[in-house]
Nanobody, 124 residues
Framework: QVQLVESGGGLVQPGGSLRLSCAASGGTSNDYSIGWFRQAPGREREGIAC????????YYAPSVRGRFTLSRDYAENAASLQMDDLRPEDPAVYYCAAGPPRILSVQSNYYDNWGQGTQVSVSS
């Protein structure tokens, strides 16, 4: 089973950038897809980005498309989420998750292994 640990959250001004990291350990293979999700207080968890283990295909939710970029380093067994042009609607706890190989979905029920989350705040 893959264990995931997020890092890189913090406080940033509107228009600023943050880079979240997701370090993976354990498991017997790195053939799994990665998803990023976020949950703000009082709101449902939102799937925002995913990267399939098949040909590196990516999907971004409309709320973050063009501003966030998901990448993966197989050698380091890690993934990252570059977040640019952060907006007042972006604050949340951000989670990475590992799912079955080759899926390209931000539906949370596909994902079996979750990190503990990292807080992102946006304020001037």
């Amino acid at each position: 089973q893959v264990q995931l640990v997020e890092s890189g959250g913090g406080l940033v001004q509107p228009g600023g950038s943050l880079r979240l990291s997701c370090a993976a350990s354990g498991g017997t293979s790195n053939d799994y897809s990665i998803g990023w999700f976020r949950q703000a207080p009082g709101r449902e968890r939102e799937g925002i980005a995913c990267l399939s283990s098949h040909a590196g295909a990516t999907y971004y939710a409309p709320s973050v498309r063009g501003r966030f970029t998901l990448s993966r380093d197989y050698a380091e067994n890690a993934a990252s989420l570059q977040m640019d042009d952060l907006r007042p609607e972006d604050p949340a706890v951000y989670y990475c998750a590992a799912g079955p190989p080759r899926i390209l979905s931000v539906q949370s029920n596909y994902y079996d292994n979750w990190g503990q989350g990292t807080q992102v705040s946006v304020s001037s």
